[in-house]
């Protein structure tokens, strides 16, 4: 019979499409580089390496109150540098429009770049560029993927 803490004892290199990284209440309200960090799992992969497999974006919220932001004018890049160098992109290089994102219940899973099917990531944190603002707005950003090692 098997143990009923099974899976409580596994580590995240042991399933398939963990949650690696998610912000909640992210402002899209300005314009730069590294406007929002995304710490894998809390803190750093540790030298290990993980694969991504899909960045969604949802939950647009209005930072001053009132009624739900549409933020699918929002363009953003994701990268695995803070300096903005968009060699370094996991999703569109130019930024991705968040069009889908008109309102309340809506979400986007971001186009990720090509070499984002056959990389292993080894980097502690990943990094919103935001290339469009919307005043006011903010997201919840998740990144979902496999841990490959520690």
């Excluded at 363009?75 to 991705?96: C, F, P, R």
């Excluded at 899973?109 to 469009?132: E, Q």
């Amino acid at each position: 019979m098997s143990s009923t803490n099974a899976v409580g004892m596994d580590n995240q290199d042991s399933f398939g499409n963990y949650r690696l990284t998610v912000v909640r209440g992210q402002t899209l309200a300005a314009t730069g580089n590294s406007v929002i960090t995304l710490p894998i799992l809390d803190g750093g992969i540790g030298g290990g390496a993980y694969i991504i497999r899909r960045i969604t974006v949802a939950n647009p919220a209005n930072i001053a109150g009132g009624s739900v932001m549409n933020v699918a004018l929002a363009n953003i890049t994701v990268l695995t540098s803070s300096d903005g160098n968009t060699s370094n992109a996991i999703t569109t290089a130019i930024g991705q429009t968040l069009g889908n994102i008109t309102g309340a219940n809506k979400w986007l899973d971001l186009a990720l770049v090509a070499g984002a099917s056959s990389t292993a990531y080894t980097a502690d944190a990943l990094f919103v560029k935001v290339g469009t603002a919307v005043a006011n707005a903010s997201v919840n950003i998740s990144v979902f993927g496999d841990v490959v090692s520690f």
